[in-house]
């Protein structure tokens, strides 16, 4: 008879603690429930990120990004996977910003293996190609759109450095930054020799 009680007893504490078990699972993401839904971008948008980039570009951000009064989009094609030993994060192996003028698109700013714009290559860049970039981005309330882009493996010949790029309203343009983020680098036409890299 104490057999019996005893195996009830064990019986019922199991099924004390088996019931508590449905509740242990883990609780639904509340940040991600109380986040708004991202805003849907307009078909026009995507569809002259696309043109520029082809079918799988994400658009990342569009508006009056240079404070310019002019609509612009900043559109990446993403690394669909992250490489070994790299921190996630916004990887990308190109990227543009286009501007609507006069109701077409333009291409105002490039970066594939290298950052360039309307006038040639932006000063300041490695000598060599570089594959993928991590882009880190904000939008400052008074200069608008910075970008860092920083080379995910060293370039050959070269060491790893951020460049930081935004829009010069003296001329126009997105131009490269100094090691300070505070001045303008002119462009250069030719990547060959690092003489042209350090010119004002």
């Given at each position: 008879?104490?057999?019996?009680?005893?195996?009830?007893?064990?019986?019922?504490?199991?099924?004390?603690?088996?019931?508590?078990?449905?509740?242990?699972?883990?609780?639904?993401?509340?940040?991600?429930?109380?986040?708004?839904?991202?805003?849907?971008?307009?078909?026009?948008?995507?569809?002259?990120?696309?043109?520029?980039?082809?079918?799988?570009?994400?658009?990342?951000?569009?508006?009056?990004?240079?404070?310019?009064?002019?609509?612009?989009?900043?559109?990446?094609?993403?690394?669909?996977?992250?490489?070994?030993?790299?921190?996630?994060?916004?990887?990308?192996?190109?990227?543009?910003?286009?501007?609507?003028?006069?109701?077409?698109?333009?291409?105002?700013?490039?970066?594939?293996?290298?950052?360039?714009?309307?006038?040639?290559?932006?000063?300041?860049?490695?000598?060599?190609?570089?594959?993928?970039?991590?882009?880190?981005?904000?939008?400052?309330?008074?200069?608008?759109?910075?970008?860092?882009?920083?080379?995910?493996?060293?370039?050959q010949g070269g060491y790893i450095q951020v460049i930081?790029?935004?829009?010069?309203?003296?001329?126009?343009?997105?131009?490269?930054?100094?090691?300070?983020?505070?001045?303008?680098?002119?462009?250069?036409?030719?990547?060959?020799?690092?003489?042209?890299?350090?010119?004002?």
């Open positions: 008879m104490r057999k019996r009680g005893t195996r009830l007893a064990a019986i019922g504490c199991l099924a004390f603690v088996c019931a508590g078990c449905g509740d242990s699972k883990p609780a639904a993401n509340s940040d991600a429930a109380a986040k708004p839904a991202a805003a849907a971008i307009p078909d026009d948008v995507q569809a002259a990120a696309n043109s520029a980039l082809g079918s799988e570009t994400d658009v990342l951000l569009y508006g009056d990004l240079a404070k310019n009064g002019k609509t612009q989009i900043l559109a990446v094609n993403q690394l669909k996977t992250t490489p070994t030993g790299v921190a996630p994060g916004t990887l990308v192996t190109r990227a543009a910003i286009l501007e609507k003028d006069d109701g077409q698109w333009k291409e105002v700013f490039h970066a594939d293996e290298h950052l360039k714009n309307a006038k040639g290559y932006l000063g300041g860049i490695p000598l060599a190609p570089v594959n993928s970039w991590r882009l880190q981005y904000e939008q400052d309330p008074a200069k608008g759109l910075v970008m860092y882009f920083t080379p995910l493996a060293k370039p930081g790029v935004r829009w010069n309203p003296k001329v126009e343009r997105y131009q490269s930054l100094d090691r300070s983020f505070e001045q303008f680098l002119a462009e250069v036409e030719t990547l060959e020799t690092p003489s042209s890299q350090v010119r004002p």
